[in-house]
């Protein structure tokens, strides 16, 4: 059965029955009657009100509307998506069939920030970078960055429960995230929108809805922890010869930053030469098979300057990095990031991308990389290894001129198999969505994914919100 199966670029999953670039895709069993089709188009809550306080009238609306919706459907037996940016990788974010979008693009609210705690509270469909930009002027910043931050939606991000940029440094959001405000399948309003950083009473349920995709519950608002601006920020972009030189990098990064390291990313020569050749971006350092980002963030100039040169004097003396280029101003430190963070809109212009999110031991990241390109030989176009080092997480992705069932199954499951020998996971901030929820098994023993269906179950006994997608269905079986 091939449905779901090829992670192709772009979030929208192969229409069913196939299209040009996916494999025809079975139709599940559907999980609930559908005796009423839903009309196409969106349910969306109303307009922004006069107030900017998303708890006063127009958030008690929009919150309102997305209950009303939620209860409409689950009374009617209609699924719904929820949808944020809709810029997820997996396919969640997506309709299968004929579920009803229900977006969060009007839910753009902030509710409020307190300048002592740090504590933001807004609505889901907030746009990660506005709020970056309002906290910036307040002399605070988001927890997390990630390259979709102009288009995703903190209520996406929790859904996923996005790594990103910055986790090295701010943590995962399990444990930023403070409270979230959810309205559940049957349309009722689970209130834990609380704004404490301790609170020990009874379980802690938003842990349940942070990275459960839109398929327990619809994440209205979200409060956050949310870290001071540093003073002194820093970027290196440097040169490796080897990926083991990579990793001693990294090491020495660590040892010599301390706790002014706030983020260490890789990249391979290839993926430098997609964003040069399809975005004409430049860079700055030649013939390099590997480059690593090491971003400082500290209160103070000096100090940092001086912990960051004796870590360059260290790295370029020991042969570790063999160039390098260093920025201090917020447009060169812009520039040098954009190279790492637009590798994914590079590759979509390479063909048809085959893609991998994959946790592994840090050791073990980029054999991943090297075995596939010589496992695929000249039957992929590229092989590109990129990610975020400090958190142990490779994009393994794989580009091709269209889309093979030849390759795909060259590629899967033996990548998942891989991953799986090597105690990895196959999803490590993406999630599963439509597209890798056949795939949990390789992470998850049986026993975890029954406790998740009962959990679904429980929250969504009809199965309306965000069907075909995360858990996989009785009829996909156990894979191992
Ligand atoms: P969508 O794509 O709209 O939805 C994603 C999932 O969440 C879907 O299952 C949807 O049903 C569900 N959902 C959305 N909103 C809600 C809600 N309010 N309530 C309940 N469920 C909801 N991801 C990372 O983790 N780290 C990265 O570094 C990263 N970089 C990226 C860079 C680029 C260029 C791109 C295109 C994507 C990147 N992603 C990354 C993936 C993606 O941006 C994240 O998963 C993001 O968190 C999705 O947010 P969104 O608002 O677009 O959610
Ligand atoms: C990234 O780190 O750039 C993202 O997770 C997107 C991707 O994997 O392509
Ligand atoms: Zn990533």
Same mark, same amino acid.
């Given at each position: 059965a091939a449905a779901g199966r090829g992670d192709v670029a772009g979030s929208r999953p192969p229409a069913p029955g196939g299209d040009a670039d996916g494999p025809p895709v079975r139709r599940a069993a559907a999980p609930v009657p559908r005796p009423v089709r839903p009309r196409p188009g969106? !349910?969306? *809550?109303? =307009? &922004? /009100?006069?107030?900017?306080?998303?708890?006063? #009238?127009?958030?008690?609306?929009?919150?309102? !509307?997305? *209950?009303? =919706? &939620? /209860?409409?459907?689950?009374?009617?037996?209609? #699924?719904?998506?929820?949808?944020?940016?809709?810029?997820?990788?997996? =396919?969640g974010s997506v309709p299968v069939f004929d579920e009803i979008i229900l977006s969060t693009a009007l839910m753009n609210k902030i509710i409020s920030f307190d300048k002592v705690s740090g504590i933001l509270v807004c609505q889901?469909?907030?746009?990660?970078?506005?709020?970056?930009?309002?906290?910036?002027?307040?002399?605070?910043?988001m927890p997390l960055d990630l390259g979709a931050k102009g288009s995703c939606h903190i209520g996406g991000n929790v859904a996923t429960n996005a790594g990103g940029l910055r986790l090295l440094r701010y943590g995962s959001l399990r444990g930023t995230v403070l409270g979230l405000e959810v309205v559940l399948a049957d349309g009722s309003v689970l209130d834990c929108l609380t704004?404490?950083?301790?609170?020990?009473?009874?379980?802690?349920?938003?842990?349940?809805?942070?990275?459960s995709e839109g398929t327990l519950g619809v994440i209205t608002a979200v409060s956050i922890l949310c870290p001071q601006k540093p003073k002194a920020v820093n970027l290196a972009f440097l040169g490796c010869q080897s990926f083991?030189?990579?990793?001693?990098?990294?090491?020495?990064?660590?040892?010599?930053?301390?706790?002014?390291?706030?983020?260490?990313?890789?990249?391979d020569e290839k993926c430098m030469e997609l964003v040069e050749r399809h975005l004409k971006l430049s860079n700055p350092l030649t013939g390099s098979p590997f480059y690593v980002l090491i971003e400082t963030s500290g209160s103070d100039s000096t100090h940092d300057a001086d912990k960051l040169n004796n870590f360059l004097e260290q790295a370029m003396t020991s042969g570790l990095v063999a160039d390098g280029t260093v920025a201090t101003d917020a447009k060169k430190i812009k520039t040098l990031w954009s190279l790492r963070e637009r590798i994914t809109e590079a590759l979509t212009h390479d063909g048809c991308v085959y893609k991998y999110d994959i946790s592994l031991p840090v050791g073990k990241l980029y054999d991943l990389v090297m075995d596939m390109r010589a496992r695929l030989g000249q039957s992929a176009k590229n092989v590109v290894g990129y990610g975020h080092l400090g958190d142990g997480n490779l994009h393994l992705n794989i580009t091709a001129e269209s889309y093979s069932h030849f390759l795909l199954d060259a590629i899967e499951p033996y990548v998942y198999e891989?991953?799986?020998?090597?105690?990895?996971?196959?999803?490590?901030?993406?999630?599963?969505?439509?597209?890798?929820?056949?795939?949990?098994?390789?992470?998850?023993?049986?026993e975890a994914i029954f406790l998740m269906q009962r959990f679904k179950a429980m929250l969504d006994p009809k199965g309306i919100l965000n069907p075909y997608k995360t858990l996989p269905t009785s009829s996909e079986g156990n894979m191992h």
């Amino acid at each position: 059965a091939a449905a779901g199966r090829g992670d192709v670029a772009g979030s929208r999953p192969p229409a069913p029955g196939g299209d040009a670039d996916g494999p025809p895709v079975r139709r599940a069993a559907a999980p609930v009657p559908r005796p009423v089709r839903p009309r196409p188009g969106r !349910l969306r *809550a109303p =307009g &922004a /009100g006069p107030r900017r306080d998303g708890r006063g #009238a127009a958030g008690a609306v929009q919150r309102g !509307l997305a *209950a009303l =919706g &939620a /209860g409409y459907c689950y009374e009617r037996n209609l #699924a719904v998506n929820p949808q944020g940016g809709n810029t997820g990788l997996v =396919g969640g974010s997506v309709p299968v069939f004929d579920e009803i979008i229900l977006s969060t693009a009007l839910m753009n609210k902030i509710i409020s920030f307190d300048k002592v705690s740090g504590i933001l509270v807004c609505q889901a469909g907030c746009i990660l970078e506005k709020l970056n930009e309002y906290l910036e002027d307040q002399g605070f910043i988001m927890p997390l960055d990630l390259g979709a931050k102009g288009s995703c939606h903190i209520g996406g991000n929790v859904a996923t429960n996005a790594g990103g940029l910055r986790l090295l440094r701010y943590g995962s959001l399990r444990g930023t995230v403070l409270g979230l405000e959810v309205v559940l399948a049957d349309g009722s309003v689970l209130d834990c929108l609380t704004s404490l950083r301790k609170d020990n009473t009874g379980y802690d349920l938003k842990q349940l809805f942070i990275g459960s995709e839109g398929t327990l519950g619809v994440i209205t608002a979200v409060s956050i922890l949310c870290p001071q601006k540093p003073k002194a920020v820093n970027l290196a972009f440097l040169g490796c010869q080897s990926f083991a030189k990579v990793l001693e990098t990294f090491t020495t990064s660590r040892a010599m930053l301390g706790e002014i390291l706030s983020a260490c990313e890789f990249m391979d020569e290839k993926c430098m030469e997609l964003v040069e050749r399809h975005l004409k971006l430049s860079n700055p350092l030649t013939g390099s098979p590997f480059y690593v980002l090491i971003e400082t963030s500290g209160s103070d100039s000096t100090h940092d300057a001086d912990k960051l040169n004796n870590f360059l004097e260290q790295a370029m003396t020991s042969g570790l990095v063999a160039d390098g280029t260093v920025a201090t101003d917020a447009k060169k430190i812009k520039t040098l990031w954009s190279l790492r963070e637009r590798i994914t809109e590079a590759l979509t212009h390479d063909g048809c991308v085959y893609k991998y999110d994959i946790s592994l031991p840090v050791g073990k990241l980029y054999d991943l990389v090297m075995d596939m390109r010589a496992r695929l030989g000249q039957s992929a176009k590229n092989v590109v290894g990129y990610g975020h080092l400090g958190d142990g997480n490779l994009h393994l992705n794989i580009t091709a001129e269209s889309y093979s069932h030849f390759l795909l199954d060259a590629i899967e499951p033996y990548v998942y198999e891989w991953t799986a020998r090597h105690k990895g996971s196959i999803s490590a901030e993406h999630g599963l969505g439509f597209k890798k929820k056949q795939y949990i098994h390789y992470s998850k023993p049986n026993e975890a994914i029954f406790l998740m269906q009962r959990f679904k179950a429980m929250l969504d006994p009809k199965g309306i919100l965000n069907p075909y997608k995360t858990l996989p269905t009785s009829s996909e079986g156990n894979m191992h």
